[in-house]
């Protein structure tokens, strides 16, 4: 399993947003300047992220994204789903059905175990404990 470069920045945002909003609505502008992503790439990652209610935007002048919730409410493992879609470390988990072998397949009991281990970690990382980790010195987060 390998997670893109969307979900990095993904997190990124999230961080950059907690970070600099103070719960008033960010310019995605600001946020791609201090980030160094494209505006392009970072309106299709803010999307996502609205799809599954993560961030809530407001156009207008005074407009851009906010969180939707409370910081604590937030888990890397949300953030990571909303733009990687499964986490999942091989197909056969991924897409049920898709491996013949399933009900045979004596390896499978040790995917399940990883995906749930996967799993259980990315839901215990809350955004706050990254926040607190020194998020904002994050080695790939770029600061204006």
């Known amino acids: 399993m390998m ?29 791609a ?6 505006m392009k790439y970072l309106e299709s990652i803010v999307a996502a992220l609205c799809r599954q209610e993560l961030l809530e935007s407001l156009r207008g002048k005074l407009g851009g994204y906010r969180l939707s919730k409370p910081l604590e409410d937030y888990t890397l493992g949300q953030i990571l789903k909303a733009t990687e879609g499964t986490m999942a470390p091989v197909a056969c988990l991924a897409e049920p059905g898709a491996c013949k072998n399933g009900e045979h397949c004596p390896s499978l009991p040790v995917w399940q175990e990883l995906d749930r281990i996967i799993d259980e970690y990315l839901e215990s990382v809350s955004l706050v404990s990254v926040l607190e980790r020194g998020g904002a010195g994050m080695c790939d987060l770029k600061k204006g």
């Open 3 to 31: 997670i893109s470069t969307k979900g990095r920045y993904a997190l990124r945002v999230m961080v950059d947003i907690a970070t600099y909003s103070n719960g008033q609505y960010l310019s995605l502008r600001d946020v």
């Open 33 to 38: 300047e201090r980030q160094e992503i494209s």
